[in-house]
């Protein structure tokens, strides 16, 4: 009687045809050992012989079996930029959600790519975490059949672009935040409201601005192309592009900021120019950093819940690592909501 293969020795094509590994490895041109090699991650081979071997793994649809891949105690969790109260929010969440679980964190940074490069999935792949978790990233394809094979499943929260029908995602109705932000101010009385917006090739980005456009023509005022200003999401654009808006001499009687940060480089702008708030300039950021709170005046903010977001990104890599069918398309998100503080009143004169 002629014992089964074992479960990682043979691989299903797309052909319907079975391959065993030794086989994989003779078309190769390689031996088994270094097949297993690429499957485990191992930095010992050749990048023209990884890269034919995955090639062949993806083409007879190799997938580890989830039981019988072990896994260390980790859940990854990947920035495009690891600088910010906004990446410790997320940390937190992530914290909350493994610590629970017997879990380590395992932090990195794609250095402001939103495609983590190929050594970071080889390291990956050796690690064998739970889960990969990448904010405002997302992964190539490469990447993506590399985790796919080795039964790692990953959640992309945040998306910086379409993350695709088949990943799970985690975000917020950034959207509805930007309506709400603007409605606020338009309701106040403002007719004149410019945005410093985030950058134009991430979703959360343009949903947040469409709103700002959405709330402004639902009220019937004009969308001003000269008062909307592109920033970076950072505290610096938000200064450069205030110094900008304020020197105007039509200058905004408000200003939807985009996100707390760049809320805050606008504060800095208005101090500099000898512009009140909120006697001279209604400010609205977005985010809801605790910071928010505590600088003067206390900034009125779209509050995100992105220790939630967190959390529930963690929950779901987790279900997903747990479930032995190819996991179903998801995508949760959570409710922003606007938050009134002493940034924003009527214009002056009304």
Not at 295 to 322: H, I, N, S, Y
């Amino acid at each position: 009687m002629t014992s089964p293969q074992p479960a990682e020795s043979r691989t299903q094509g797309r052909s319907g045809q079975t391959a065993t590994l030794a086989e994989i490895a003779r078309e190769a041109g390689v031996s088994a050992p270094t097949v297993s090699k690429v499957l485990n991650g191992r930095a010992d081979v050749a990048p023209a012989t990884r890269s034919r071997v995955e090639g062949l793994l993806r083409a007879h649809g190799y997938r580890r079996r989830r039981a019988e891949a072990s896994r260390s105690p980790l859940i990854d969790l990947v920035f495009h930029e690891l600088e910010s109260a906004w990446a410790m929010e997320v940390i937190r969440g992530v914290e909350n959600v493994a610590r629970d679980a017997g879990l380590s964190v395992v932090l990195s940074e794609s250095a402001g790519r939103l495609t983590p490069g190929r050594t970071w999935a080889d390291q990956v792949a050796a690690r064998r975490p739970h889960g990969v978790i990448l904010v405002l990233s997302g992964l190539d394809e490469s990447g993506r059949a590399l985790l796919t094979s080795r039964s790692i499943p990953f959640v992309v929260m945040d998306p910086a672009g379409d993350p695709g029908t088949d990943v799970p995602s985690i975000g917020a109705t950034n959207w509805q935040g930007g309506l709400a932000a603007t409605r606020h101010l338009v309701e106040l009385g403002h007719t004149r409201i410019g945005a410093i917006t985030g950058p134009s090739r991430m979703m959360c980005s343009r949903a947040r601005v469409d709103g700002y456009r959405a709330a402004l023509e639902t009220a019937g005022l004009p969308v001003d192309p000269q008062l909307i200003t592109t920033g970076d999401f950072h505290h610096e654009a938000g200064y450069r592009q205030g110094l900008a808006l304020l020197r105007r001499e039509d200058r905004p009687t408000a200003v939807f900021a985009g996100n707390d940060l760049q809320a805050l480089g606008l504060y800095e702008a208005a101090r500099e120019l000898g512009v009140r708030i909120p006697e001279d300039l209604s400010v609205v950021g977005f985010d809801d950093l605790p910071i928010a709170r505590w600088v003067g005046p206390p900034l009125t903010t779209v509050r995100q819940p992105l220790t939630e977001m967190a959390e529930a990104a963690a929950r779901l890599v987790l279900d997903l690592g747990k479930s032995a069918e190819a996991p179903v398309a998801t995508r949760v998100e959570l409710a922003t909501s606007l938050v009134v503080r002493s940034s924003t009143a009527a214009p002056a004169g009304r």
